[in-house]
């Protein structure tokens, strides 16, 4: 099979880095990887408290644990064991969740392994944190998308209420700024721009203006 095309986005939560994904991977006619849902999913399995298992617990629990991918752009669907991952994780709760175990070697190591053999297998828009930096080092094409917190928040707010869920934009702010903390200061595979990133600061941008970016920049 000829080599897989991967293009990494990376970038903070709330920054919009799904939707960029999806249109940018529709663009190119191939399936995007949401690499949060990956963390957000274990995190759900696993459940509440997990991160303070001892490595052998967490070890076997990862131990059943395999992802599969098919269909391309806003159609990808990510499965866990053949079940598709669902709207369960999608609250910030489950986000903060994902960002502890996220702090764990074990769990990296598993997740990296799953993600690579994916981008083996397929060519990828693959968001996460880690993108550039870590999984695929060797992307001929990265993005690092940023915004303000503020904008990030109100951003996460209107998706939620376009959802018809309850939110708190004070919450949020708060919310996202701690999650920010852990996922930039950790040990393991922070987040933070690959040397060979491109950086785009969305924050006075339109999804459309950020797209185009994109396109550009792959074309
Ligand atoms: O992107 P999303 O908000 O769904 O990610 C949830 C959490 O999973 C992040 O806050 C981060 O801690 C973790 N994550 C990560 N590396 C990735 C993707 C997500 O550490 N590649």
Known sequence: MDKTLIVTIDGPAGVGKSTMAKQLARHLSIPYLDTG????????????GSWEWDEAKLGAALDGIEYGLS???EDSVLSLNGTAIG????????GMWASNIATLPVIRTFLKAAQQALGEKFSLVAEGRDMGTVVFPDAPCKFFLDASVDERAMRRFRQLVAMGKPADLEELKEQIARRDHQDRNRVVAPLKPADDATTIDTTEMTREQVLAALKEAVA
């Open 37 to 48: 849902a990956m963390f957000r999913s274990v995190a759900w399995k696993l459940g509440e």
């Open 71 to 73: 269909g391309t752009g």
């Open 87 to 94: 709207n369960e994780i999608r609250t910030e709760q489950v």
